[in-house]
């Protein structure tokens, strides 16, 4: 439907102004929901509230995997180190107790400090760190600790990076729709085992005939570095072309408006996808991987590389990486992408490298920072989760005049 590129937006576009921290972010203050500044500095009760939160929801969801084993990922169940799981939560509950005790006599919003001393409460009555193993293990196909895990982990790195190096300072960490991008959040990791299934299993069941040995001998024996690099490419390069269908063929686009429908960039609005959206690409992307036959280590260092990646390009990070940013996928790349800007519409699909966008001529780094996210003249992307999903079921396929014109 659309294959232009803007004269400014060539292949390989070199920056033309120094941007970076400077005008681009502060340019796009005015159109955030700004919560009062001093209301999250050192001191005020919102980093102990903020912590304890995270803390006291961590000890009462790992309570729960003790008591609902078969909510927990069954390939990594075995794995878990459990004495040094039961001293954790120990740590956890006292961490937030006392930290969330801190902010409800600091902070006049007692919210942050309630959910994580409400958390110690309740997990502490579920068992605390002395909490046994329910007997049974009922398999429920849920991810409840791969929840957890991703929950500690994205907080203990985004948190303190994106207050530290923050490209929009003033952005509050609970902005306008948190609470819908939150819900993806938890949704995506408890049914990361859902996904996983409708990811392989397709390609297992209808491909296994396509698979040639000699290319899977060849590429299945070569050293692991090369596998990952080759692994990332070809996945990279099918995601661009499904990535673009998705923008292009409006049948789809009305999928992947979700993830566009996001006006602010941090690390959580990258997990705002439409369930069809996030599935079909993945299932579409593992394809021609499990074709050339990589190795189970290639394609699980693959994966993790996808969840880092993935997760930083959407960062409220300032870093630019000019060095590296014509042949690896940066938050400046990707910030573009979700750019509200009519000359970004369609560029930037790709998510691990700029080589594919740079090749099919959808390349766009302008040298400075988008001055705002989101949909171009499409208003009617209901904000909540619930309407999310059901928004591309229901609605008749059509783009906004701006996404139309750039056709
Ligand atoms: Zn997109
Ligand atoms: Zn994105």
């Not at 209301?39 to 304890?52: A, M, Y």
């Not at 005049?401 to 056709?407: C, E, F, I, K």
């Amino acid at each position: 439907m659309k294959d232009a590129v803007n004269s400014d937006a060539g292949v390989g576009s070199e920056p033309v102004a120094d941007a970076g921290a400077g005008g681009g972010p502060s340019d796009v203050l005015p159109r955030l929901a700004l919560e009062t500044p001093e209301s999250t500095e050192f001191g005020q009760g919102w980093v102990s509230g903020l912590i304890s939160a995270v803390t006291g929801l961590a000890a009462l969801g790992t309570v729960l995997c003790f008591h609902f084993p078969g909510a927990t990922v069954a390939e990594i169940r075995s794995y878990y180190p459990v004495e040094l799981i039961r001293a954790l939560i120990h740590l956890f509950l006292f961490v937030s107790f006392v930290l969330g005790s801190v902010s409800i006599c600091l902070r006049r919003n007692k919210t942050l400090g309630l959910i994580g001393i409400g958390s110690t409460i309740v997990a502490t009555l579920l068992g605390g760190s002395a909490v046994e193993i329910s007997g049974d293990i009922q398999e429920t196909f849920l991810g409840l600790d791969w929840v957890i895990l991703d929950l500690i982990l994205y907080s203990a790195v985004y948190i303190p990076l994106e207050r530290l190096f923050a490209l929009h300072p003033g952005q509050p960490a609970f902005r306008k729709e948190w609470t819908t991008d939150v819900t993806y959040f938890f949704l995506n990791g408890l049914l990361i085992q859902v996904i996983g299934l409708l990811t392989i299993k397709p390609a297992m069941l209808f491909f296994d005939w396509a698979r040639l040995d000699a290319i899977v001998t060849t590429v299945s024996g070569l050293p692991l570095p090369i596998q990952v690099l080759l692994c990332v490419l070809l996945a990279d390069l099918t995601q661009y072309w499904i990535h673009r269908a998705y923008h292009q063929i409006p049948a789809l686009w009305r999928f992947h408006a979700i993830h566009h429908s996001a006006e602010v960039m941090d690390w959580m609005a990258g997990a705002r996808l439409h369930f069809v959206d996030a599935v079909s690409t993945r299932c579409l992307t593992y394809i021609p991987l499990f074709l050339a036959g990589f190795s189970e280590a290639a394609i699980a260092s693959y994966l993790v590389i996808v969840i880092i990646q993935a997760t930083f390009i959407h960062a409220n990070v300032r870093w630019e990486f000019r060095l590296i940013q014509k042949w690896i996928a940066t938050p400046c790349f990707h910030h573009w992408h979700h750019a509200a800007e009519s000359q970004a519409i369609d560029r930037n699909f790709a998510v691990h490298t700029p080589i594919w966008d740079r090749l099919f001529g959808t390349c766009y780094l302008p040298g400075r920072w988008p001055y705002s996210y989101g949909l171009c003249g499409e208003r009617d992307v209901p904000s909540g989760w619930i309407g999310q999903f059901l928004y591309p079921l229901f609605r008749r396929s059509r783009k906004s005049p701006a996404r139309a014109d750039s056709n």
